[in-house]
């Protein structure tokens, strides 16, 4: 804002023209010097350069001239008051003044008023500065003011984002001088993550290590001088332990900052709260333990309740183990003996045995404990083979006729050989299971579907799906059987869907219920 100045008391000219003119030409300002009707009758040269004008031009001119139309009037009105009593309110007071040159053009002024008496009566001496200058660095600084103030309240934002951010995210930031062995930057999330308090001040390096799982404090200390010395970035993973005795695991992520000698200024990194993380895998990993052990109780189970039927299907390769001997045994005594029988003979043995000791390698196979999944290259349709050999004896107990219909060139995908026996097995037996009262046809498909999966069909004749809880027949304990523990299909789907497969049943058009499942035909190992 632009205040006009006046002396409280009229001041009397006392020097010769001559001295007053020089002093006049002078000064620094436009001098103009007006009578009390407003008529201009002395200015300096610096009038002339500022408003443009000849002095010849100015000389009996109003002094409103040289103001901008808009404010003549109040400047008549005031003038005129001025005159009268000094002690009026200085013009311009509180508002902004503004010159007008010759040639249109406005800019700002600042304007210092003096009452003189003379023998003409009282004059006007009014000293006229071009703030133009001024103006602009103040619009500028005030620019500058608006931008920083803009910028502090955008940091502050940017403050507070990232305060909830890391909040949310469980995630907080340090730094840490090695040299000082002093913190010299934490979050308000490292505060929560170790329960400190930020009123307390910054905590020391000592205190955050305190806080460190007792078995993980000294392998944490090794990795973090380590890191420094050496000038490396980090992943460590550790336990803290809070003065409540509350359990967190702790995710740290630190890289060194250098210097410009190249050598070690500090330490900046994160923390992150990853206990409900390792909580969630710790737990996963139980649920993993307990699902390999159901699964080999169910293949147990299994194999329990098959048990009169494995024993007849051993008996028979041993039988005629024997039987072969005897026959051996005879013509080797024939003189001269039959070599050539006996020779025979003794090929059927070792046949006949080899085949009692693969059915009792494969229920070392499905008896086999342990929840590792190891997957290998194997052969769907062996599998297939291996499967109906070993429950031959229930198929023929229960008049069921077995029809294959496998894929040529003998497919291979890569799969848990035990655990596709187990889903196979599970298969079937519910197959026979809904043919036991009526016998009929068990019909095993293997193909390569649009999508180049592996699928499988297992289609009976039997009683078909449940026609009310056909959706839940997956579903763990759910059962239509009388003995049944509803753990056998739950199963099934787990051990597929582990392999990247998916499993189903549809209803068939006649008789029964055909369950199908595929398995992708990778040849590497799945990660």
């Known amino acids: 804002m632009v205040h006009e100045h006046r002396s409280a008391k009229p001041n009397r000219l006392e020097w010769t023209d001559t001295e007053f003119r020089g002093l006049l030409e002078a000064a620094p300002d436009a001098m103009v010097i007006a009578d009390e009707r407003g008529a201009i009758s002395l200015v300096n040269a610096q009038t002339e350069k500022l408003f443009g004008y000849h002095r010849e031009e100015l000389l009996g001119k109003p002094v409103e001239m040289l103001i901008p139309e808009r404010y003549r009037g109040a400047h008549i009105h005031h003038r005129r008051g001025y005159g009268d009593s000094p002690r009026l309110r200085p013009m311009g007071a509180g508002q902004e003044l503004f010159g007008l040159r010759k040639d249109g053009s406005e800019f700002p002024v600042e304007i210092s008023l003096s009452p003189f008496h003379s023998s003409q009566g009282m004059l006007v001496f009014s000293a006229i500065r071009d703030i133009t200058l001024q103006k602009a660095a103040q619009h500028e600084l005030l620019d500058v003011m608006e931008i920083s103030e803009a910028r502090i309240r955008a940091l502050r934002r940017s403050e507070a984002y990232l305060s ?41 390096f000592e205190a955050l290590m305190q806080r460190v799982h007792p078995e993980d404090r000294d392998w944490v200390l090794e990795h973090t001088l380590e890191g420094t010395r050496k000038k490396l970035g980090q992943l460590l993973e550790y336990r803290i332990v809070l003065p409540d005795g509350t359990l967190k695991y702790i995710q740290s992520v630190r890289r060194p900052v250098l210097n410009a000698e190249g050598e070690v200024a500090e330490i900046v990194g994160t923390s992150i709260d990853v206990t409900e993380r390792k909580l969630a895998e710790q737990e996963r990993e139980r649920l993993q333990q307990l699902d390999a052990e159901l699964a080999h109780m169910n293949r147990v189970s299994l194999l329990g309740e098959l048990a009169g039927s494995l024993a007849h299907e051993i008996k028979q390769p041993i039988a005629a183990v024997v039987t072969s001997a005897d026959a051996c045994l005879r013509w080797l005594q024939r003189d001269p003996p039959d070599v050539g029988r006996a020779r025979s003979t003794a090929g059927r043995i070792k046949q006949d045995a080899s085949r009692a000791a693969e059915i009792i390698n494969r229920l070392q196979s499905l008896y086999k404990k342990g929840p590792t999944v190891e997957h290998q290259v194997v052969d769907v349709n062996e599998i297939v083979e291996e499967m109906i050999d070993l429950l031959h004896g229930e198929v023929v107990r229960n008049s069921i006729l077995v029809r294959t219909e496998l894929a ?31 016998g009929g046809e068990l019909a095993v498909r293997t193909e390569l579907n649009q999508d180049g999966q592996m699928l499988v069909s297992i289609s009976d004749t039997g009683v078909g799906l449940p026609a009310d809880n056909r959706d839940q027949i997956f579903e763990a304990f759910f059962t239509t059987k009388p003995q049944g523990t509803g753990m056998g299909l739950a199963i099934t789907r787990s051990l597929i869907e582990a392999h990247g497969g998916r499993v189903w049943a549809i209803s068939n058009t006649g008789r029964g219920a055909t369950f199908q499942f595929t398995l992708p035909t990778k040849t590497e190992p799945r990660a």
Do not use: F
Not at 181 to 189: F, G, N, Q, T, V
Not at 194 to 200: E, Q, S, T
Not at 410 to 424: E, F, N, S, T
């Open 408 to 438: 040529a060139d003998d497919p291979k995908i890569l799969a848990d050989r035990v655990q596709l026996q187990q889903v196979l097995m599970n298969l079937m037996l519910n197959a026979i299971e809904a043919m036991k009262e009526t």
């Open 164 to 204: 909830e951010a890391q909040s949310l995210t469980r995630i907080g930031s340090w730094a840490w001088n090695p040299h000082l062995d002093k913190i010299l930057h934490c979050s308000e999330e490292i505060y929560r993550i170790y329960a400190m308090d930020p009123r307390d001040g910054v905590p020391t």
